[in-house]
């Protein structure tokens, strides 16, 4: 913020920059945006490819071709694995995750992304792996357990419960020795 002044013009004093880059980040952000609703580009929430979802909770492949609680960022992954533009909406969540209980609403988001050429007539696609929506949805239920930051997130998760876990039993055993204290004034009088 030292030198920008609140139009976003340069003081002659600072360094050479005309707009702050949020400012910018923000105007592209809404371009890609208006981009991707007037192309209609495909949208994916990832309880499509969630195998811990019915289909009346937004499954849309079969269990065999899903993975255990996908992020919109893990789908974001798979779109660039594959060469696809893609815009990620984190604020979104799908219509039927509301009836969920909060802690199933976990990972909210969704992903838009371009899979065909020319979205209208769905022709030519864009990476030959992937011809339809089907095949993006199986592709990423597939492959989001061999990404790398699955695994860091895992292993997080994992090292969080632990961690729970020991400071549970510590203030356990804390309870525990503060009962035998008062047992023992007790049997004393």
Not at 60 to 71: G, L, Q
Not at 155 to 165: G, N, P, V
Request: net charge positive.
């Amino acid at each position: 913020r030292r030198g920008l002044t609140p139009r976003g013009h340069t003081d002659p004093r600072a360094g050479e920059r005309s707009e702050p880059a949020e400012a910018m980040q923000r105007i592209e952000h809404k371009e890609l945006l208006e981009k991707a609703k007037n192309e209609k580009w495909c949208m994916f929430y990832p309880n499509y490819v969630n195998g811990g979802r019915t289909l009346a909770q937004g499954r849309k492949i079969p269990t065999k071709h899903c993975c255990k609680d996908p992020t919109t960022l893990e789908l974001a992954h798979i779109a660039s694995a594959l060469k696809l533009p893609y815009f990620i909406e984190r604020y979104k969540l799908h219509p039927r995750s509301f009836k969920l209980k909060p802690r199933q609403m976990m990972f909210p988001g969704r992903i838009r992304v371009k899979l065909w050429d020319d979205p209208e007539t769905k022709k030519k696609p864009i990476n030959e792996k992937i011809p339809d929506r089907k095949a993006f949805m199986i592709f990423a239920g597939e492959n989001i357990p061999k990404l790398k930051i699955r695994h860091q997130r895992e292993a997080q998760a994992l090292a969080h419960a632990q961690a729970q876990k020991a400071a549970m039993e510590k203030q356990m055993q804390k309870k525990t020795k503060k009962q035998k204290g008062k047992r023992k004034k007790k049997g004393k009088r």
